[in-house]
């Protein structure tokens, strides 16, 4: 991740245009013109080597010609000139460049890839930034800056709008102008060699100048830059999605296109999810939620009240609600009693509501009002029908008077109508409420708040401490993965498959594997009752496809039997089929359990994803699974729990008691940290993984592994726990606590610390004055990103969320890794055990192998303590520039070619 040298590219103080031309029509005249009629207040330099000059401004031959070096060039180019022009701008002192030009392995050309590798090596010895190539180029409107050959120019406004695609920027350009809509950054990236969407996301979450952030994306190059960057853009301003691909058709068009995989839509859909964005799904939309998100306060739930004086409208709304997801909210007997007092007698004293044609303004507003104190409507949905009988803008003025400043229920409105409609609706745009143009465009709107809300939700919850504590014998599961990869075998046999999940404490039916159908009954006799038997082949996927299952065998004859017509049965089904035996096991008998399958699979781009969903032989027909990227905690693992139909049979229904969800939970957790520390995990079913009331059990399993030399974490899209960082600390006194990172159930117990502190040592560390931690302070110091901040806290051993924390240390680094700020607290009563020397100098070590240039803090001129102890641990001190009371202390750490 890194945002070095973007201000050049987005703020740049000079500019050379290498490609300029007069030719009419060429990519080159239209950079020109945009370039020179733009108003950019710096010197634009054209480079030709034909022209003396273009717009009446001195041309240049070559770069080496030019009187100064540029901060940015933008280069329109043929591409074998494109690497050796990179490498002289890098020697003369440019910055940063934005390369038109294509044919850089779009379509998966080989020369073109050559060309794209040889440009990047230009660029990187002289940290030069580029953007595209084969992209439309870049506009700053606030700047005067429009470095892109769009037919149009934007509107300055608050909205930063990226895509790979340049059609899409001309599209969208074209679209906001009538609309009003204007822009801080309109940014190409086209096959984003070099800056892409994380990259961009993380400087546009810093400028000041950026309300929202709006992406069109086809394809993610670096998924775990991506997901720090969006993670930690969604907690400061609303960023919303475009995901195009959606299709397969769709996909390879894209992939086409930018050259770069596109992956599967559900996997991209489960990333947008976790990050805290939203997705929407055309460029109608993503406007349309731009002004919802900008202009309402956010619903606390999907529980919508409709008001319209036209029944039809009303029913038109509420299938477009339950369509996309929503909920109508019922009406209270307090609330139908009120309304009654003052509607007609032949309203529909039902959610919608249908207060007649004639409904005044005075009718609307009285009905907003009595909505307004109902507790379980969450937001209220306005509509009106042009009539001859009563005013439809009378009626917008009533809505909007309606309205005060201590109420929170969020109000969207849509008249109905052409001329008729238009003066209602520019009343409520000088309101501020947001209005519509159609029943179904509100709808949609308001699950946009939904859906957001949701997943800020997701961003700052906390998740309840897992119930039971694990330790996984990753000895053995090394050992059974270690014996299939040297031997040859890509899949493990049913056994071993089990034998690895119990491993992770994952509940398995016991299973004994046979060589042959005489051993195959022995077993069946030690185990006594019924017994499943199944085949065991490296070449079976789905047993029961080719008749490799026989269930309820009652006696070793009938296990014998069944066995060799197993066998006789598959050679003629599937002669090629490798057949190394039968799984043995006993029939579990759990009446009225749920089958349901969990899994992973492995994305291309976001690496290994979790799978759950309703299980059995018809899983693929079902179609019901929801996906879930690790790690996971309880929180996330009910939450893709809850994405399934089959979860509301989990809750249970009609006498039948709920499934052990805590159960369901923990095992996706468990499966999730065997992925976590097994790189050479690359397929897992568990399918039928069986719940009930009373817990879990996997009664078969599948698992695909491969040899690899990466690292298990480093294919994951979100950095797991580093267990690494574990360790006890031993105080004066003899007790021995426990130094580890900080983790999101570390919730409670750090604002439970909190209490502990004094006023005073709340205004050492904080310097203000602070009563409690609020919820969503203690979930931004505990909800961390393992990728580019860290925390260690002092603990007690045992599970977390549930011990005391008596002291904190942790940094937070920028993009770039150059700084990182640090920050330290230990409670009162336990000072003077001498731990505050080793928390500051473990996260110090820490700063060192994560390459961090410098960690730097601040400390009030009478905190001695911890000047001296910065002092003693080497750091530089000196006076705070814009604050005499404080102290800026500082240490530089050298070996920053070091990583974790």
């Given at each position: 991740?890194s945002?070095?040298?973007?201000?050049?590219?987005?703020?740049?103080?000079s500019i050379?245009?290498i490609?300029a031309?007069?030719?009419p029509?060429s990519?080159?005249a239209?950079l020109?013109?945009?370039?020179?009629r733009g108003?950019?207040e710096?010197p634009?330099m054209?480079?030709?080597?034909?022209?003396?000059?273009i717009h009446s401004v001195t041309?240049y031959?070559d770069?080496a010609s030019?009187?100064?070096a540029?901060?940015?060039?933008?280069?329109?180019?043929p591409?074998?000139?494109?690497?050796?022009?990179i490498?002289?701008?890098?020697?003369?002192?440019?910055?940063?460049?934005?390369?038109i030009?294509?044919?850089f392995?779009?379509g998966?050309r080989?020369e073109?890839?050559?060309?794209?590798?040889?440009?990047?090596d230009a660029?990187?010895?002289?940290m030069?930034?580029?953007?595209g190539?084969?992209?439309?180029?870049?506009m700053?409107?606030?700047s005067?800056?429009?470095a892109?050959f769009?037919?149009a120019a934007?509107?300055p406004?608050?909205?930063?709008?990226?895509?790979?695609?340049?059609?899409i920027?001309?599209?969208?350009?074209?679209?906001?102008a009538?609309?009003?809509?204007?822009?801080?950054?309109?940014?190409s990236l086209?096959?984003?060699?070099d800056?892409?969407?994380?990259?961009m996301?993380d400087?546009l979450a810093n400028?000041?100048g950026?309300r929202?952030?709006l992406l069109?994306?086809e394809?993610?190059t670096?998924?775990?830059k991506?997901?720090?960057?969006?993670?930690?853009a969604?907690?400061?301003k609303?960023?919303?999605v475009?995901?195009?691909g959606r299709?397969a058709?769709?996909?390879?068009?894209a992939a086409s296109?930018?050259?770069?995989?596109a992956?599967?839509d559900?996997?991209?859909e489960?990333?947008?999810?976790?990050a805290?964005?939203?997705?929407?799904?055309?460029?109608?939309?993503?406007?349309?939620?731009?002004?919802?998100l900008?202009r309402e306060?956010?619903?606390?739930?999907?529980?919508?009240?409709?008001?319209?004086?036209?029944?039809g409208?009303?029913v038109?709304?509420t299938?477009?609600l339950?369509d996309?997801?929503?909920?109508l909210a019922?009406?209270?007997v307090?609330?139908?009693?009120?309304?009654?007092a003052?509607?007609?007698p032949?309203?529909s004293r039902a959610?919608?509501?249908?207060i007649i044609?004639?409904?005044?303004?005075?009718?609307?507003?009285?009905t907003?009002?009595i909505?307004f104190?109902d507790?379980d409507i969450?937001?209220?949905l306005v509509?009106?029908?042009?009539?001859a009988?009563?005013?439809?803008?009378?009626?917008?003025k009533?809505?909007?008077g309606s309205?005060?400043?201590?109420?929170r229920t969020?109000?969207?409105t849509?008249?109905v109508?052409?001329?008729?409609?238009r003066?209602?609706?520019?009343l409520?745009?000088?309101?501020?409420?947001?209005?519509?143009?159609t029943?179904t465009q509100?709808?949609?709107?308001?699950?946009?708040?939904v859906?957001y809300r949701r997943?800020?939700?997701?961003?700052?919850e906390?998740p309840?401490?897992i119930?039971?504590?694990?330790t996984p014998?990753?000895?053995?599961?090394r050992?059974?993965?270690?014996?299939?990869?040297e031997?040859?075998?890509?899949?493990?046999?049913?056994?071993?498959?089990k034998e690895?999940l119990?491993?992770?404490?994952?509940?398995?039916?016991a299973t004994r594997?046979?060589k042959?159908a005489?051993?195959?009954a022995?077993?069946a006799a030690?185990?006594?009752g019924?017994?499943?038997l199944?085949?065991v082949s490296?070449?079976?996927?789905?047993?029961t496809?080719v008749?490799g299952?026989a269930?309820?065998l009652?006696g070793?004859r009938?296990?014998?039997?069944a066995?060799?017509a197993?066998?006789?049965?598959?050679?003629?089904?599937?002669?090629?089929a490798?057949?190394?035996g039968?799984?043995?096991?006993p029939?579990?008998?759990r009446?009225g359990a749920?089958?349901?399958?969990?899994?992973?699979?492995e994305?291309p781009?976001?690496?290994?994803?979790?799978?759950?969903g309703?299980?059995g032989?018809?899983?693929?027909?079902v179609?019901?699974?929801?996906?879930a990227?690790?790690?996971?905690n309880m929180?996330l693992?009910k939450?893709?729990?809850?994405r399934?139909?089959?979860?509301?049979l989990l809750a249970?229904y009609?006498?039948?008691p709920a499934a052990d969800?805590?159960?369901?939970a923990l095992t996706?957790?468990?499966l999730?940290q065997?992925?976590i520390?097994?790189?050479?995990?690359?397929?897992?079913?568990i399918?039928p993984?069986l719940?009930?009331?009373?817990?879990?059990?996997a009664?078969?399993?599948?698992?695909r592994v491969?040899?690899?030399a990466?690292?298990?974490?480093?294919r994951?899209?979100i950095?797991?726990y580093?267990n690494?960082?574990?360790?006890?600390?031993?105080?004066v006194?003899?007790?021995?606590l426990?130094?580890?990172?900080v983790i999101p159930?570390?919730?409670p117990?750090?604002?439970?610390?909190?209490a502990?502190?004094?006023?005073?040592?709340v205004?050492l560390?904080?310097f203000?004055p602070?009563?409690?931690?609020s919820?969503?302070?203690?979930?931004r110091f505990?909800?961390i990103?393992y990728d580019r901040?860290?925390?260690l806290?002092?603990t007690e051993?045992g599970?977390p969320g549930?011990?005391?924390?008596?002291g904190?240390?942790?940094?937070?680094?920028?993009?770039?890794?150059?700084?990182a700020?640090?920050?330290?607290i230990?409670?009162?009563?336990?000072?003077?055990?001498?731990?505050g020397?080793?928390?500051?100098q473990r996260i110090?070590d820490y700063?060192?192998?994560r390459g961090?240039?410098?960690?730097?803090g601040e400390?009030?001129r009478?905190?001695?303590?911890?000047?001296?102890?910065?002092?003693d641990l080497?750091?530089?001190?000196?006076?705070h520039?814009?604050?005499?009371?404080?102290?800026?202390?500082?240490l530089?750490?050298?070996d920053?070619?070091?990583?974790?």
């Amino acid at each position: 991740m890194s945002i070095r040298n973007l201000d050049s590219l987005f703020k740049p103080r000079s500019i050379a245009l290498i490609g300029a031309s007069k030719s009419p029509s060429s990519v080159g005249a239209v950079l020109a013109r945009n370039l020179f009629r733009g108003g950019f207040e710096g010197p634009i330099m054209p480079v030709h080597p034909k022209h003396q000059h273009i717009h009446s401004v001195t041309a240049y031959p070559d770069v080496a010609s030019l009187p100064m070096a540029p901060e940015l060039a933008v280069i329109a180019t043929p591409p074998d000139t494109v690497p050796g022009l990179i490498a002289a701008l890098g020697e003369r002192g440019t910055k940063a460049a934005v390369v038109i030009t294509a044919g850089f392995g779009e379509g998966a050309r080989a020369e073109g890839h050559a060309l794209r590798q040889a440009m990047l090596d230009a660029a990187r010895p002289n940290m030069l930034r580029v953007v595209g190539p084969n992209c439309l180029g870049i506009m700053v409107p606030g700047s005067n800056l429009n470095a892109g050959f769009a037919a149009a120019a934007p509107m300055p406004g608050h909205l930063a709008f990226v895509t790979q695609s340049g059609a899409i920027v001309a599209s969208v350009l074209d679209w906001a102008a009538g609309r009003g809509i204007g822009f801080s950054h309109l940014v190409s990236l086209g096959g984003m060699a070099d800056v892409d969407f994380g990259d961009m996301l993380d400087y546009l979450a810093n400028d000041r100048g950026t309300r929202a952030i709006l992406l069109y994306i086809e394809a993610v190059t670096h998924a775990r830059k991506f997901m720090s960057a969006a993670r930690a853009a969604a907690r400061m301003k609303p960023v919303i999605v475009v995901k195009a691909g959606r299709h397969a058709e769709g996909a390879r068009a894209a992939a086409s296109h930018t050259g770069a995989l596109a992956g599967l839509d559900v996997v991209y859909e489960t990333a947008i999810r976790r990050a805290g964005m939203l997705r929407v799904y055309s460029l109608e939309e993503l406007f349309d939620a731009v002004e919802t998100l900008s202009r309402e306060a956010m619903p606390s739930g999907d529980r919508l009240a409709i008001v319209t004086n036209g029944g039809g409208m009303g029913v038109l709304a509420t299938d477009a609600l339950i369509d996309v997801g929503g909920n109508l909210a019922p009406l209270s007997v307090e609330t139908i009693a009120a309304l009654d007092a003052v509607l007609p007698p032949t309203w529909s004293r039902a959610n919608p509501l249908d207060i007649i044609g004639d409904a005044s303004g005075q009718r609307y507003a009285q009905t907003l009002g009595i909505l307004f104190d109902d507790p379980d409507i969450d937001a209220v949905l306005v509509l009106n029908c042009p009539t001859a009988v009563a005013s439809g803008v009378d009626a917008a003025k009533a809505v909007i008077g309606s309205l005060s400043p201590r109420q929170r229920t969020p109000v969207l409105t849509s008249w109905v109508g052409g001329s008729t409609a238009r003066d209602a609706r520019r009343l409520f745009s000088d309101a501020g409420l947001a209005t519509y143009d159609t029943p179904t465009q509100a709808v949609r709107a308001f699950m946009h708040m939904v859906t957001y809300r949701r997943n800020q939700k997701i961003l700052t919850e906390t998740p309840a401490a897992i119930p039971q504590a694990f330790t996984p014998d990753k000895q053995a599961a090394r050992r059974i993965v270690t014996q299939a990869l040297e031997e040859g075998r890509d899949l493990l046999n049913e056994f071993e498959a089990k034998e690895l999940l119990s491993a992770y404490k994952i509940a398995v039916v016991a299973t004994r594997v046979a060589k042959d159908a005489r051993e195959a009954a022995t077993f069946a006799a030690e185990i006594g009752g019924s017994v499943a038997l199944k085949i065991v082949s490296p070449d079976i996927t789905h047993k029961t496809d080719v008749g490799g299952v026989a269930l309820e065998l009652v006696g070793p004859r009938a296990v014998h039997d069944a066995a060799l017509a197993m066998a006789e049965r598959i050679a003629a089904r599937q002669p090629a089929a490798r057949i190394e035996g039968f799984a043995v096991q006993p029939m579990i008998r759990r009446p009225g359990a749920f089958e349901l399958i969990l899994g992973v699979v492995e994305d291309p781009q976001f690496g290994p994803m979790l799978v759950i969903g309703q299980g059995g032989t018809a899983v693929e027909i079902v179609d019901d699974t929801a996906f879930a990227l690790p790690p996971l905690n309880m929180r996330l693992a009910k939450e893709a729990i809850s994405r399934t139909r089959v979860s509301r049979l989990l809750a249970g229904y009609r006498g039948f008691p709920a499934a052990d969800l805590d159960a369901i939970a923990l095992t996706m957790i468990k499966l999730s940290q065997l992925v976590i520390d097994f790189a050479e995990l690359k397929e897992l079913d568990i399918n039928p993984l069986l719940a009930d009331e009373f817990g879990v059990v996997a009664l078969d399993a599948r698992v695909r592994v491969a040899a690899t030399a990466e690292a298990p974490e480093n294919r994951l899209a979100i950095r797991p726990y580093p267990n690494d960082l574990e360790e006890e600390i031993q105080l004066v006194d003899g007790r021995g606590l426990v130094l580890r990172p900080v983790i999101p159930e570390d919730e409670p117990a750090l604002q439970a610390g909190f209490a502990h502190l004094t006023p005073e040592e709340v205004r050492l560390r904080f310097f203000v004055p602070m009563k409690t931690l609020s919820h969503v302070q203690a979930a931004r110091f505990t909800q961390i990103d393992y990728d580019r901040e860290m925390a260690l806290v002092l603990t007690e051993a045992g599970i977390p969320g549930t011990k005391e924390i008596f002291g904190v240390v942790r940094i937070f680094a920028d993009p770039d890794n150059e700084k990182a700020e640090f920050a330290i607290i230990v409670r009162g009563d336990m000072t003077g055990q001498g731990h505050g020397r080793p928390m500051m100098q473990r996260i110090i070590d820490y700063s060192r192998r994560r390459g961090i240039g410098e960690i730097f803090g601040e400390v009030l001129r009478e905190n001695k303590a911890m000047l001296g102890l910065c002092r003693d641990l080497g750091f530089d001190s000196a006076s705070h520039p814009d604050e005499p009371d404080l102290r800026r202390v500082s240490l530089k750490l050298q070996d920053r070619e070091l990583t974790d």
